[in-house]
């Protein structure tokens, strides 16, 4: 099983940035953050693939978050920019043990604790 720690997190104005960052106990090769708020199901947020060979994007947060890894201390990141009150959630970092099809949420299953990212209306 992948252990994922999240840290980053935290409240920031709307318009503010934030990163967070995962550190992984091994490398995987689909990566991803997912975000949940109460009352609604978990989704996926940002995805990336083997060694920053791609990326894919919720459309929602499109062209202000940018997801990265670094393989050589086992961390994956989430640049998060011109945040909007919309992304206030619980933050989770996951990790595919085998799978390569790294657009199916389905296949993450291993996750962090969560980091809680809020931005105030």
């Known amino acids: 099983r992948v252990q994922l720690v999240e840290s980053g997190g935290g409240s920031v104005q709307a318009g503010g940035s934030l990163k967070l960052s995962c550190a992984a106990s091994?490398?995987?090769?689909?990566m991803a953050w997912f975000r949940q708020v109460p009352g609604k199901e978990r989704e996926g947020a940002a995805f990336?693939?083997?060694?920053?060979?791609?990326?894919a994007y919720a459309d929602s947060v499109k062209g202000r978050f940018t997801i990265s890894r670094d393989n050589t201390k086992n961390t994956l990141y989430l640049q998060m920019n011109n945040l909007k009150p919309e992304d206030t959630a619980m933050y989770y970092c996951?990790?595919?043990?085998?799978?390569?099809?790294?657009?199916?949420?389905?296949?993450?299953?291993?996750w962090g604790q969560g980091t809680q990212v809020t931005v105030p209306s």
């Open positions: 091994e490398r995987t090769y689909c």
């Open positions: 996951a990790a595919a043990s085998t799978s390569l099809d790294c657009n199916i949420w389905s296949v993450y299953d291993n």
């Open positions: 990336i693939f083997g060694n920053n060979y791609g990326t």
